[in-house]
Nanobody, 123 residues
Framework: QVQLVESGGGLVQAGGSLRLSCAYS????????MGWFRQAPGKEREFVAA????????SYTNSVKGRFTISRDNAKNKVYLQMNNLKPEDTAVYYC????????????????WGQGTQVTVSS
């Protein structure tokens, strides 16, 4: 059984930084592509970033390009989202997700989800 636990959320002022972590437990981590998604109040869940199994390929939604960086450590079974120059519109619950063998930005293609961590950016 795969479990994902996010951490690192919090309250930060605009322009600040946060680093989210996602701890994975279960079968071979390196077989899973990983993604970060977010959901703001009253809005649908949306794709933020994804990273391939070997970390050789990454993808970002346009609004975070140049500000966010996704990375993974297969030895530690963790994936990270470094968020810099945060803006109030980044406020949301951030979710980590795992996708067996398919690098994707589509929510429907992710098999496992964490509980989420709240990120609040004040102006």
């Amino acid at each position: 059984q795969v479990q994902l636990v996010e951490s690192g959320g919090g309250l930060v002022q605009a322009g600040g930084s946060l680093r989210l972590s996602c701890a994975y437990s279960g079968r071979t981590f390196s077989r899973y592509a990983m993604g970060w998604f977010r959901q703001a109040p009253g809005k649908e869940r949306e794709f933020v970033a994804a990273i391939s199994m070997s970390a050789g390929v990454t993808s970002y939604t346009n609004s975070v390009k140049g500000r966010f960086t996704i990375s993974r450590d297969n030895a530690k079974n963790k994936v990270y989202l470094q968020m810099n120059n945060l803006k109030p519109e980044d406020t949301a619950v951030y979710y980590c997700a795992a996708n067996l063998g398919r690098f994707s930005s589509r929510i429907s293609e992710y098999d496992y989800w964490g509980q989420g961590t709240q990120v609040t950016v004040s102006s």
